[in-house]
């Protein structure tokens, strides 16, 4: 059973177009982020969510919108897609906001922005 | 987040022990160490975290200096799946929804 799973693992679109990458997390974790990490290997937060309420929005544009449906769920949707945001987005989670927790990352989605 | 220094990269011979080192000279008293790493393609991947005491999991152990100001990790015999970058991370109850990477340790293993 895979804690945290990412759907799709790859994504190729044109620019301009809107898209949506899924994160779903089987551990009954509260908290759920997304981090992006770029051509350079870079890895940065976008957002955090602690039980469906946004706690974290790192200045990311606004054309990137996450859904929390549950706390289970954390999917991001992108709007009006740049070159730039091409890079590997990693989703993941914790058991609570916290110091002394553990994060469990998802195997990331590849999107490619041509 | 307070911040960490690491070696940008490191190389160690298989089944041969690992120290990897990490400076938080900035560190306060309430801020836990965590490390992750990242192997290629994948997800980064917790790998130990302390506060003041030396940490023994199946993965590696964590020896933290009395000061505080330092750390290391330890993988006590280095496979070739172990290559990966390793992040030195702080966190505190200020900032704790997120973990900041840095630019991490990219460790080799030498057949």
């Known amino acids: 059973d895979t804690a945290v799973s990412q759907t799709p693992k790859y994504l190729v679109t044109q620019m301009g177009n809107d898209k949506s990458i899924k994160c779903e997390q089987n551990?009954?974790?509260?908290?759920m982020y997304w981090y992006k990490q770029d051509s350079k290997k870079f890895l940065k937060i976008m957002f955090s969510?602690?039980?469906?309420?946004?706690?974290i929005n790192e200045t990311v544009p606004n054309r990137f919108s996450p859904k929390s449906p549950d706390k289970a769920h954390l999917n991001l949707h992108i709007n009006s897609l740049e070159l730039g945001d091409s890079a590997v987005y990693f989703c993941?989670?914790?058991?609570?906001?916290?110091?002394?927790?553990?994060?469990?990352f998802g195997q990331g989605t590849r999107l490619t922005v041509v | 987040d307070a911040k960490t220094t690491q070696p940008n990269s490191m190389e160690s011979n298989e089944e041969e022990p690992v120290h990897l080192p990490c400076n938080h000279s900035?560190?306060?008293?309430?801020?836990?160490i965590h490390w992750y790493r990242q192997l290629p393609s994948q997800g980064p991947e917790y790998v130990i975290h302390?506060?003041?005491s030396n940490v023994n999991n199946r993965m590696a152990s964590l020896a933290i200096a009395e000061d505080r100001k330092s750390s290391t990790l330890i993988l006590h015999r280095a496979t070739l799946r172990d290559a990966a970058v390793y992040y030195c991370?702080?966190?505190?109850?200020?900032?704790?929804?997120?973990?900041?990477f840095g630019t991490g340790t990219r460790l080799t293993i030498i057949p």
């Open positions: 551990l009954g974790h509260d908290t």
């Open positions: 993941a989670s914790s058991a609570h906001n916290g110091r002394n927790t553990e994060a469990f």
């Open positions: 969510y602690n039980n469906k309420e946004l706690i």
């Open positions: 302390g506060l003041t």
């Open positions: 991370i702080l966190r505190d109850d200020f900032g704790n929804e997120k973990l900041t």
């Open positions: 900035t560190i306060s008293g309430t801020d836990y």
